[in-house]
């Protein structure tokens, strides 16, 4: 006959052993392999196998800074770092691919401690102590647009018009 208290040990040490690989699986670093930006889905290499082949993690989606009544879309690049994470332990289709930190792939666009960065391609916006900065191309679209209440949109007008300079806003 078996003895109860060996047996409770292995139940025991088989639960610690399930415990600890969902904890190990809650947060898996790697890299962006694959997208599909029209399902809004990516693919993060998480490890290689003993012959260099590329482990990936399951189709997942990632996770946006703003998806409330403040919305960001900005798409992972390939190779950008991130984390796997899968709150239950468990790895699949309720993982969440959320970002990660810079790294040689992927530089910081700043080392400012005062100065909040946003860049993408060649637009950059630095909003900073001494107001906001838009570097690139900008184009604004709809609404009104002025500046010190007075309009400088599309449709503003002079006070006096050609053969001379222009005058004031109106």
């Known amino acids: 006959m078996r003895s109860l208290a060996a047996l409770e040990a292995r139940r025991a040490r088989n639960a610690l052993a399930m415990a600890e ?3 190990a699986l809650m947060h898996l670093p790697g890299k962006v392999a694959e997208k599909d930006p029209e399902k809004r889905l990516l693919r993060l290499k998480i490890g290689e196998t003993s012959d ?3 482990i990936l993690g399951p189709w997942s989606r990632w996770q946006e800074a703003g998806a409330g009544g ?3 879309h900005s798409e992972p690049d390939i ?3 991130m984390v796997l994470t899968s709150f239950s332990g468990t790895v699949g289709a309720a993982s969440i691919a959320m970002p990660a930190t810079y790294d040689q792939d992927h530089d910081a666009p700043s080392q400012s401690s005062d100065t909040t960065v ?6 950059r916006m ?3 102590p001494d107001g906001i900065k838009v570097i690139g191309n900008f184009r604004a679209e709809g609404g009104a647009f002025t500046h010190n209440d007075k309009n400088v949109g599309s449709d503003h007008g002079h006070v006096s018009a050609p053969p001379g300079p222009p005058g004031p806003p109106v």
């Open 126 to 128: 630095e909003i900073g």
């Open 21 to 23: 690989r969902r904890i």
């Open 79 to 81: 190779d950008e770092q």
């Open 52 to 54: 260099g082949q590329p």
């Open 118 to 123: 946003m860049q993408r391609g060649g637009g």
């Open 70 to 72: 403040f919305k960001i």
